[in-house]
């Protein structure tokens, strides 16, 4: 049994898939060539958006994203700490510092009415009514903090509230209305990270659509993916398009020895963009054969015997996930580990997402946080586990994956 079945859907699609790889061969045009430019108006015209930005992973789309917005040292970004690490590691890159704010134990997503806690907090410089770093981030050179200042010190002095990264966690988009009201009321800039929810709506938008600009990925194991990295950017802004497509290819202006800013070479790769055109051909049945995946499941763990052991996921009315993963929370860590055990002894393949948060990550010890900050998120971390989810997971196996839970 496969956790993630690339190999069926590629047997599905080898045709359509090896025409493309030769075409890109045949033109031979593998930097940005013309599959570049189609697959980034196809993927806008799905969004709703004016214009998407291809580029070589979800993480860099994040990057460029922050860099269109000139953010750097000195300035705070909001994001959640139960995501995965490239989230908050771009703010980091930058010398930026990301400010953590705790999840919805439900969604799993940044909590609206927490993180404008967090933003009230730090205007004031008051952790005493939300957890804060106790400094400012500076890459490579942080160093673990022992103790936290004593309750109401002002920490970390003079950062300045710059933006908000929201997450739409295993495929389901965040809360954008109480977002982006709250980014309006504060002045912040709002970068969605859809690298899980490309497919995904929030009450009838589709994700990638939310803030200034949102960032996707097309890692293989994502609801669409290419063959390697890639991602992707899109936004309704004329002139942070100009802005990311310079950022791609190193700050270019009118030409390629042209530079009118720092960037980085983030470009999509033309066999990438090629293979995603193929795949998404078959896209939107295949979010539909996830939605009955999804369905299955919870007709098959609404038994009273698991109900005890675990908690299936929530949609809330009005959204709609892609399931990118399929996340179940169980009653404590034992169950987990027990329920682990008996679906590995079966070769039933299982994953955690994930079970560090952020805060707690070496990388960002330097900030100060400390076990308890974010009590959701590290109960979640705790408690999570996710089973087999793809388009092509038959019910025979679901139904040998539920017998053991039950």
């Not at 709250?182 to 939310?210: M, N, P, T």
């Amino acid at each position: 049994m496969n956790f993630i079945d690339l190999v069926g859907q590629q047997r599905r699609i080898k045709s359509e898939i090896d025409a493309a790889i030769q075409k890109v061969l045949s033109h031979g045009k593998y930097i940005m060539g013309p599959e570049v430019e189609e697959l980034e108006r196809e993927m806008a015209a799905y969004v709703s958006v004016r214009h998407a930005v291809g580029c070589a992973s979800g993480t860099d789309a994040l990057l460029m994203a922050l860099m269109a917005f000139d953010v750097g040292p000195g300035d705070a970004i909001f994001t959640t700490p139960f995501t995965f690490f490239a989230t908050a590691e771009v703010i980091g890159l930058l010398g930026a510092t990301p400010v953590f704010v705790d999840i919805d134990p439900v969604t799993f997503n940044i909590d609206p009415g927490k993180l404008e806690k967090a933003i009230i907090a730090l205007k004031a410089g008051n952790a005493s009514d939300h957890p804060l770093p106790t400094r400012a981030f500076f890459p490579r050179r942080g160093c673990p903090i022992k103790s936290r200042p004593a309750s109401g010190t002002v920490v970390p002095a003079a950062l300045n509230p710059k933006g908000i990264i929201s997450v739409d966690l295993f495929g389901l988009p965040a809360d954008y209305d109480a977002i982006g009201a709250i980014a309006e009321k504060h002045s912040l800039i709002v970068i969605e990270d859809a690298a899980q929810s490309f497919g995904g709506e929030y009450k009838g938008h589709k994700a990638c659509s939310f803030g200034d600009i949102a960032c996707t990925s097309f890692f293989p194991a994502k609801p669409l993916g290419c063959y390697g990295d890639g991602g992707m950017c899109f936004t309704n802004n004329d002139d942070l398009v100009k802005i990311l497509r310079s950022l791609r290819v190193h700050g270019q202006g009118s030409d390629k020895y042209e530079n009118v800013r720092i960037g980085i070479n983030g470009r999509l790769d033309t066999f990438q963009a090629a293979i995603l055109m193929a795949k998404f051909a078959i896209f939107p049945e295949e979010l539909e054969l996830r939605q009955e995946v999804a369905v299955r499941y919870e007709q098959l763990l609404g038994g009273e015997k698991s109900r005890n052991l675990l908690t299936v996921p929530m949609i809330p009315a009005s959204y709609k996930s892609v399931w990118a993963q399929y996340s179940v929370l169980a009653r404590n860590e034992e169950v987990r580990e027990q329920l682990l055990k008996e679906l590995k002894q079966a070769q039933i393949p299982t994953a955690i997402y994930y079970p560090r948060p952020l805060h707690l990550q070496e990388a960002f010890a330097g900030l100060g946080y400390q076990a308890g900050d974010f009590p959701i998120s590290e109960a979640t971390a705790n408690r999570i586990f996710s089973l087999p989810m793809h388009p092509y997971l038959r019910q025979k196996e679901q139904e040998m994956i539920c017998s053991i839970i039950c």
